[in-house]
């Protein structure tokens, strides 16, 4: 091997390719022959850097290539370039097999069209409906509720002059859980309204007409130590007459047991729901004199007989609660048990209260009077 130096560079030569180099030329023209010469080394040079492969002799990178590839292509080559995460043992379990992901891919095949209202829904809905405690039958007759809440509310309405139907329904469809609740009706301008629960439901009255607004009792604190026989006493004995007495359980059971559902287990665990509350509704209200945890049968109907008959006074011989020309909130909360416990077709096992009450002539006159002329 010869030695070859050219530009700082030391390259050895095969003997064959030196001795041929070292062969001196023809004689011709000196000029050209010094020029092809040159060419020669210059290839050679070339050639020996290639072997050499020097990292300072790699052609430059260029910082931004130039990327004629469109937005999707260049999502495509990426998605492809990165690093692919580790699949959890859920999303190996519940993958969909190769073959069937095309058809998954596909669905929906065919969507259906929304379903019918149920038949009891309301069909128009330009009118307010009262959703209460009550029976398809009653609601298409407008008949009075068998709960006092929703038909005291219902009295109301009726006194305010406001027309409106009844629906059958449950606490749970209630925004507030508790009936009654109403939904107005909508119009073209207002398609759509809000359902008003019953602590803002006499505000809702009162805006629908002023004029014809039932009317409105004295700012007494009598007439609040009266209004509170009803929320308590009177309360408590229903509580107890309804819920607890044994005597009244086939009426427990047809008027909130039944219509919840047809499922034995579901039917009992409703019962044991409806007479617990009950026991704790009437225990929070017991006297300070009761013996803790206990209720005493005596004692709550003696409470309402008593709150009874104080009714009975304040109503004396006119038509309606406190003087009024014309029926209010007091004479709605009233009949409100009075229609429940004197009417015929409630089927009670045990009425203790309806007794006391049939005591009472103006009290039976006043109910009478309210069923006669609003149902």
């Not at 072997?51 to 260029?62: G, I, N």
């Not at 809702?204 to 014809?212: C, E, K």
């Not at 015929?344 to 002539?361: A, P, S």
Request: with cysteine; charged share 20%.
């Amino acid at each position: 091997m010869d030695n070859f130096q050219h530009a700082g560079l030391s390259i050895d030569l095969p003997p064959a390719q030196a001795a041929a180099e070292s062969r001196p030329l023809p004689r011709f023209n000196r000029e050209a022959s010094s020029h092809v010469k040159l060419a020669v080394e210059t290839r050679r040079f070339k050639k020996a850097r290639q072997w050499m492969a020097m990292p300072e002799d790699d052609p430059p990178k260029v910082a931004h290539p130039v990327d004629d590839d469109t937005p999707l292509q260049r999502q495509t080559k990426e998605a492809g370039t990165r690093p692919k995460q580790k699949q959890s043992i859920f999303d190996t379990l519940f993958a969909i097999p190769a073959p069937l992901k095309p058809i998954f891919d596909r669905v929906p095949l065919l969507t259906y069209p929304a379903n019918d209202l149920p038949l009891r829904s309301p069909r128009k809905r330009g009118e307010n409906v009262l959703h209460v405690f009550t029976t398809l039958e009653d609601a298409r007759t407008g008949r009075p509720s068998f709960n006092p809440a929703c038909l005291k509310w219902q009295a109301y309405l009726k006194f305010a002059g406001i027309p409106f139907i009844t629906l059958p329904s449950t606490n749970h469809a209630s925004p507030s859980g508790a009936l009654p609740y109403l939904q107005p009706a909508v119009s073209l301008t207002e398609p759509t309204k809000q359902p008003i629960p019953s602590n803002k439901l006499k505000r809702w009255i009162a805006a629908q007409n002023p004029s014809s607004t039932p009317h409105k009792e004295p700012e007494d604190p009598r007439h609040e130590a009266y209004a509170s026989l009803l929320d308590h006493r009177i309360r408590r004995a229903w509580l107890y007459q309804l819920y607890l007495n044994p005597p009244n359980a086939p009426l427990l059971h047809t008027l909130y047991i039944i219509p919840c559902s047809s499922n034995p287990l579901t039917q009992l665990a409703t019962l044991h729901s409806l007479r617990h509350a009950a026991e704790t509704e009437i225990l929070k209200s017991n006297p300070a004199s009761t013996p803790p945890n206990t209720i005493l049968e005596s004692e709550i109907l003696a409470d309402a007989e008593e709150a009874w008959e104080a009714l009975s006074a304040l109503l004396g011989e006119d038509e309606w609660f406190s003087g009024a020309e014309r029926a209010g909130w007091f004479d709605a909360g009233v009949f409100g048990y009075s229609e429940l416990l004197l009417g015929e077709g409630m089927g009670w096992g045990e009425n203790g209260m309806g007794e006391v009450i049939r005591r009472h002539g103006n009290l039976v006159r006043h109910r009478e009077r309210v069923g006669g002329m609003y149902f």
